[in-house]
């Protein structure tokens, strides 16, 4: 019996999947690897397959010497290229599939998250609706990839966590998207990063602003922050903050 060949939209949905998955989890009993076996009507080996197949391309496990079939490895490149060449329209487009499979509409599927703009019409609407749906998944991807533990805390209640940007998201559209473009904190964290109070050094060591060194002798410096002089953040198991957008946070974000 011929095999089917897979779809260009099983492809992408296979890659939405491989961005919210550790590499350790790929495996064909995950329950989300058979969920999405279930919507393409495949098996769930055959989706684990083509997960390590964007493993065999993703940088990080090529350097591992994680490699793939030649046939699967060509199937996956092209998808995980438009990837990096535009973030924001492939993850879109993926979110906009799976609701497709699920049998809703994307703003059924992401009602609760778009509400604020169902009064709002044209190309406004297409345009917020984008936004907020890549925002979520961003996020998705950012928890997951650090197992939805805060990187300084070790906090696992997703409901105070945030997917801190390093580089904003309104100074860089190409790397907003981008997972080494993101850290997993706690709220107060991810304001204190936000707002330049805390950097992290390339080396991923925390540095205090003058503003939060005028504060060593209060309480609240003891008991949240002065903990964190000459540590480092806990890393994830891939998509490792990036060095040079760590940099660029210190340079232009930083307070100093």
């Known amino acids: 019996m011929k095999r089917r060949a897979w779809t260009r ?70 998808i995980w290229d438009e990837f990096n060449n535009n973030r924001e329209e492939l993850l879109f487009e993926s979110e906009q599939i799976l609701a497709k499979f699920e049998n809703h509409s994307l703003e059924e599927k992401y009602e609760r998250v778009l509400s604020e703009f169902k ?33 300084i805390t070790g906090i696992d209640l997703p409901e105070l966590l945030n997917a801190s940007h390093i580089i904003p998201w309104s100074k860089n559209e190409k790397e907003r998207l981008n997972p080494t473009n993101g850290i ?27 503003k939060i060194k005028e504060k060593t002798n209060t309480e609240y410096f003891k008991l949240h922050f002065g903990f964190l002089a000459g540590q480092k953040i806990k890393l994830p198991q891939r998509f490792k903050p990036n060095k040079q957008f760590l940099e660029y946070h210190l340079d232009e974000v930083f307070l100093g």
């Open 119 to 151: 009064d709002i019409k044209g190309a406004e609407k297409e345009r917020l609706v984008k936004t907020r749906v890549n925002q979520h998944y961003f996020r998705e991807v950012v928890l997951a990839n650090y197992s939805n533990q805060c990187a």
């Open 9 to 78: 939209e099983e492809l992408i949905l296979a890659f939405n999947l491989y961005l919210r998955l550790p590499f350790g989890k790929m495996h064909k009993g995950n329950q989300d690897i058979i969920y999405l076996s279930k919507l393409i009507d495949r098996t769930s080996s055959s989706v684990s397959m083509r997960l390590v197949n964007f493993a065999s391309v993703d940088p990080y496990h090529q350097a591992r010497g994680i490699s793939g079939l030649k046939g699967g490895f060509n199937q996956v490149k092209p």
């Open 184 to 210: 997993c904190l706690s709220k107060l964290y991810d304001a204190a990063f936000d707002r330049g109070l805390i950097g992290i050094k390339p080396n991923y060591e925390f540095i205090f602003s003058r």
